[in-house]
Every structure is written in C-alpha cells, then in structure tokens.
Nanobody, 115 residues
Framework: QVQLVEAGGGLVQPGGSLRLSCASS????????MGWYRQAPGKQRELVAV???????TYADSVKGRFTISRDDAKNVVYLQMNSLQPADTAVYYC?????????WGRGTQVTVSS
C-alpha cells in the first residue's frame, strides 16, 4: 500500500507560478513511475507529467515548456513546478504512482488560475 499526499495548490493569477509536491509513504526509488494528472470540471482526468524509473519523462503537449516534474529520492517527494499558468490549467491535480503493477492516487489538490 502506498499513500500519496499532495500539497501546494491554490489560487494564482494568469502568468503566475505554483509548485506542487507529492509525499509518498514508501520509497519512490522502487516505483515504476510517478506522475501528475489533472481533472477539470466536466472533463476526464488527463496526464500532465510522468517520470519513469528508467529516467524517461513525458509531458502533455499543453504543458511542455511550462511545467517541470522532478523528484527528491531522499525525501520521497515528487514535485511539479508550474510556470506561466493559464486559466485552462485550472483543475484538481492528482499525484499517481505505479508500484508492482498497481496504481495509487492521492486525494488531489485544487489549482485555480484566475484574475
């Protein structure tokens, strides 16, 4: 069992920045993948950024060049640095991990981009 706890969401103006964090109850070094997804009202959950154990990074086209996923293995934390935020980025952001073929999810953190 893996518990994931997100933090760092909030209200930000267009063009602003936020950094989300995801703390894992287990070592993230052993995870097959860790990443961020988001779900806007009335829409399906979508991939934002994922990093795989082999080192590969994947980003949604809509966030490339603006968002950066990173990790701190010593703290078992994964981050999502979000720059140049736009109203279209408004959503609940969920942390995800894959371990032994199972998906684990955090409860999510709300990000609202509005003036």
């Amino acid at each position: 069992q893996v518990q994931l706890v997100e933090a760092g969401g909030g209200l930000v103006q267009p063009g602003g920045s936020l950094r989300l964090s995801c703390a894992s109850s287990r070592s993230i070094v052993s995870m097959s993948a860790m990443g961020w997804y988001r779900q806007a009202p009335g829409k399906q959950r979508e991939l934002v950024a994922v990093m795989y154990r082999v080192g590969t990074l994947t980003y949604a086209d809509s966030v490339k060049g603006r968002f950066t996923i990173s990790r701190d293995d010593a703290k078992n934390v994964v981050y999502l640095q979000m720059n140049s935020l736009q109203p279209a980025d408004t959503a609940v952001y969920y942390c995800n991990s894959v371990s032994s073929g199972r998906n684990y999810w955090g409860r999510g953190t709300q990000v609202t981009v509005s003036s």
